[in-house]
């Protein structure tokens, strides 16, 4: 699938626009237009449902209880600075990035791909090029496809070469890709590479160390003091209230508390369209449970949870549940499991993080009782400053449990399912995106786009649309209309040809359209189209709310 056309199709029909487009846009940050606010409320409601308001799962784990709670919770997301210090994000949340004394512009070093350049002397009119090619220098490039880091360093030195395009294979050849911390530890030294966006090589500062929160300043005299930060997940919301939770509500451990919201990370290079956001929204439980059982509810969670995103339409062969392996895993960690969906605008065969689900034993409690614990050490222990002293305190309140049946108290260890909002919603639009043909109103086939989203994602449920302006189609039409947008967000179209305003409704994912025609006039009966089969059928206009409904909800 071609990445360029999705991203015109967001813009064109108003799913996605850049943030701030008129100022030039802002990187990083995303705007869902008029049908992207539908399709991503669809996206986290249906998490809602499935994880918490329509939960009624049995757990069937062996010695757990079969039934467990779901709760709800939404907090701020500027918290209490000593959050961040015991959660480790003030000390660890960083990422390694590199600068270019030349360009001025600063990328992260992990997604920095060198190649190196081969030039066939004999089209080379650039003496400087070949000498560079012969020396060995790596080019690096922000591309992450093989086509485009050709493409992209063609452009930076291929302009310089004297070559007709047929040539250009034989000319001009890139080889030994690889990623830029992989090269260096083969002792290539950062002297003979060269940026992403200048021409000369040993422009690019040793990798530092930078933090990913987003500083503010809470209150009006703005010193040090009153430093806050943007939250970058909204999991440490939930775990500071979970003693809230326990008190105020009848739920007991095992216990999931869920949480919809925007997180904020200043990513030292956001691409691949919304894959990677500043600014984003995260959907996640931390599930409370005895520890004894915590491994079997990590596989249980891990497992429901693959499951969710093949219900809705991503195939099993473009999506993987990768386990960790050992040395990935933080010390605190007995598991992680990354879902991962082949995005169309990653290399063949790579795969990008939909959400990852984590085993974090009680590491995130006992960090907020004690003081921020050293996940290096094993057995956990409070991280002591230069002083002696617990660097970061914690509340010093007590968030153990009491087990009232079992009498005895403990800290629950917590498994942790974490999904981004944005993420799903980009990876639910590049499956549903096909090209195909379908018939016109003469019977003719006819090119068109179609997203074949879940219809449960699906922005708008069903279209109506008389099949003529005029006879009384219209006002049959938009009573039925009316009647639909009761239950589900519904179109009314009378502009065109029938077969065109089909194809307007196949473009943004609508399910099913309703067609008012001379018959409906007599015996008030409609036609229902299905698009993906393309099958029609007719049904009692009386009846449609409750029809499509069904239909949408695939009883
Ligand atoms: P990555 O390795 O891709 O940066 P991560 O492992 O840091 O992701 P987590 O901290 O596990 O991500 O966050 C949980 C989920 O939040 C991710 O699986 C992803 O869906 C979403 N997410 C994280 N960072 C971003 C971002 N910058 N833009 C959009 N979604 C994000």
Same mark, same amino acid.
């Given at each position: 699938m071609d990445m360029d056309k999705l991203v015109s199709l967001c813009k064109r029909r108003g799913f996605l626009f850049q943030s701030s487009e008129i100022?030039?846009?802002?990187?990083g940050f995303w705007d869902y237009g008029p049908l992207g606010v539908e399709l991503k409320r669809n996206v986290k409601e249906a998490w809602w449902h499935d994880m918490v308001s329509g939960h009624d799962e049995l757990s069937q784990l062996p010695g757990a209880p079969s039934t467990f709670d779901m709760a709800g919770l939404d907090c701020t997301i500027i918290m209490h600075p000593q959050v961040w210090k015991c959660s480790g994000?003030?000390?660890?949340?960083?990422?390694?990035?590199?600068?270019?004394?030349?360009?001025?512009?600063?990328?992260?070093?992990?997604?920095?791909?060198?190649?190196?350049?081969?030039?066939?002397?004999?089209?080379?009119?650039?003496?400087?090029?070949?000498?560079r090619a012969e020396f060995g220098e790596y080019w690096t490039t922000l591309a992450a496809t093989p086509d485009e880091q050709k493409a992209d360093v063609y452009k930076r030195a291929g302009g310089k070469l004297s070559i007709r395009s047929k040539n250009v294979d034989e000319a001009f050849k890139i080889s030994d890709?690889?990623?830029l911390p992989d090269l260096l530890k083969q002792g290539v030294t950062l002297a003979d590479v060269i940026g992403p966006d200048v021409n000369g090589a040993g422009s690019l500062t040793e990798p530092r160390e930078f933090n990913l929160m987003f500083k503010t300043i809470v209150g009006a005299l703005g010193g040090d003091d009153d430093a806050a930060f943007l939250r970058p997940e909204t999991a440490q919301g939930i775990f500071v209230n979970f003693k809230n939770v326990i008190d105020s509500s009848r739920v007991k451990v095992p216990v999931g508390i869920a949480q919809i919201g925007k997180s904020f990370?200043?990513?030292?290079?956001?691409?691949?369209?919304?894959?990677?956001?500043?600014?984003?929204?995260?959907?996640?439980?931390?599930f409370f449970c005895k520890p004894e059982s915590s491994q079997?509810?990590?596989?249980y969670w891990r497992n429901r949870r693959y499951q969710w995103y093949l219900d809705l339409g991503l195939p099993r062969e473009r999506l993987q549940l990768r386990e960790h392996h050992a040395e990935e895993l933080s010390h605190y960690s007995t598991g992680t499991a990354d879902i991962e969906y082949a995005f169309p605008f990653l290399p063949a065969g790579e795969f990008g993080e939909l959400e990852g689900v984590a085993h974090r034993g009680d590491f995130d409690l006992r960090s907020h009782m004690e003081g921020k614990l050293n996940p290096e050490t094993r057995p956990l222990q409070v991280e002591l400053g230069p002083d002696g002293k617990p660097k970061h305190r914690g509340s010093g309140k007590d968030l153990s449990y009491y087990d009232d049946q079992a009498k005895e108290r403990f800290i629950p260890h917590v498994i942790e399912p974490s999904a981004?909002?944005?993420?799903?919603?980009?990876?639910?639009?590049?499956?549903?995106?096909?090209?195909?043909?379908?018939?016109?109103?003469?019977?003719? $086939?006819?090119?068109?786009? =179609? /997203?074949? @989203?879940?219809?449960?994602?699906? $922005?708008?449920?069903?279209? =109506? /649309?008389? @099949?003529?302006k005029k006879d009384g189609m219209p006002e049959a039409a938009q009573k039925i209309y009316r009647a639909l947008k009761k239950q589900f967000n519904a179109f009314y179209d009378d502009g065109g040809a029938v077969g065109r305003r089909y194809r307007r409704q196949d473009e943004i994912g609508t399910p099913y359209c309703i067609t008012v025609d001379g018959q409906t006039l007599t015996d008030g009966t409609v036609t229902v189209r299905d698009r993906d089969s393309l099958k029609q059928w007719r049904i009692k206009a009386d009846d449609c709310p409750a029809e499509i409904t069904k239909l949408v909800k695939g009883e």
């Open positions: 100022y030039g846009g802002f990187n994000h003030y000390d660890l949340f960083h990422d390694f990035m590199v600068d270019c004394k030349e360009s001025k512009k600063r990328y992260r070093f992990d997604q920095l791909y060198v190649v190196r350049l081969e030039v066939t002397p004999k089209f080379s009119t650039n003496p400087e090029i070949s000498k890709v690889k990623k990370r200043n990513e030292i290079t956001p691409r691949n369209f919304t894959f990677r956001s500043r600014e984003f929204e995260q959907m996640e439980i931390e079997a509810w990590y596989t981004g909002a944005d993420r799903a919603t980009l990876a639910f639009l590049c499956e549903a995106y096909h090209e195909d043909t379908a018939p016109d109103e003469n019977g003719k $086939p006819q090119e068109r786009v =179609v /997203l074949k @989203l879940h219809p449960r994602l699906a $922005p708008i449920k069903a279209a =109506v /649309l008389p @099949l003529v």
